[in-house]
């Protein structure tokens, strides 16, 4: 009897694990409404409200985290390949000391899409991010699609597809 106890504390510990790490201590899951915010970019504040009707990937980074780095130049050509379709990709950035460290990224890595601070981590904690890079697909109705947790290759032909079919509406 005990190593069949054994065994299911082990299992629903491993699904717990699971659970904590694919939807976050407390953030929010897929298919909820993505929590609304306001944040500043370089040029003007960004309201996610603002941007219903579009798909939205919504990517929290840090300048000193090597896997958010890792990652930027293929979200760039995510960027640029969806370029004219109904898809918004916001790189919010938690670099607590501010403008001045994404300053210095972008003149190691210039990229031109649009980046948002977070600098006291108020969004990213409404979200419940806890690891860094964490990425979120919202759909055209402020719903939550899809969440990934950690680096990715954004070009991947599996993950462009995917998002491509929602562009499109299909």
Known sequence: MKPRFLLILLLAAAVGYFLYVYEGPQGV????QAPDFSLPSRREAVRLQELRGRIVLL?????WCPPC????PSLEALRKRMAGQDFQLLAVSVDEVGWEA???FLARI????????DARGDVSSLYGTYQLP???LIGRDGRILKKYVGPRDWMDPAIVSEIEKYARGS
Request: no cysteine; charged share 20%.
């Open 134 to 136: 964490e990425s979120y």
């Open 110 to 117: 210039p990229v031109s899409m649009t980046i948002l601070l």
């Open 69 to 72: 780095v890792s990652e930027m």
């Open 59 to 63: 990517n929290f980074w840090a300048t």
């Open 102 to 104: 994404i300053d210095r």
């Open 29 to 32: 899951r897929v298919g909820n």
